[in-house]
Structures are given as C-alpha cells and as structure tokens.
C-alpha cells in the first residue's frame, strides 16, 4: 500500500515520491507550488474541521486540500 500526504498526523515529514493524476490541471498546479519528487515536506497542520492542511515544503508554508494531499505519494 502506497502512503499518501494526508495520512500524516501533525509534526510528521516525509519526502515526495510521486504527484499522481496524470496530465491533469490539479497535477500541474502541486508540481508549480514545489510539491516534486524528492521534495521534504512536513505537516503543520490541520484545520478544526480536518480540512484543509497546512504544509511547510521549501521553507514556506502551504495550505492545500485533504483531497489534493491524498494524490501526493510520500515516503517517510
């Protein structure tokens, strides 16, 4: 089983492994704002409700969706 971004809790970091969603704007999009393979990130984190999370990927905080976080393969 492959482990993806939004199953980290809060102070945890991995590296990038893969974006998926092949040839998709939302692909595109993660890639632009740093999420790239071999990229450290690191959970802030979450919002009350769960939703969305924040990141710390190169030095600067990111804020993305649950949903977008569960396309980004890490590994710790």
Not at 53 to 76: F, P, S
């Amino acid at each position: 089983m492959k482990k993806t971004l939004d199953t980290l809790e809060p102070g945890q970091s991995g590296t990038v492994v893969a974006v998926n969603g092949h040839n998709t704007s939302l692909r595109r999009r993660l890639l632009d704002m740093g999420l790239t393979p071999e990229t450290h990130v690191e959970i802030m984190r979450f919002a009350p409700l769960g939703d969305p999370v924040e990141l710390k990927v190169r030095g600067y905080a990111l804020t993305i969706r649950k949903e977008d976080a569960r396309l980004i393969e890490i590994a710790q």
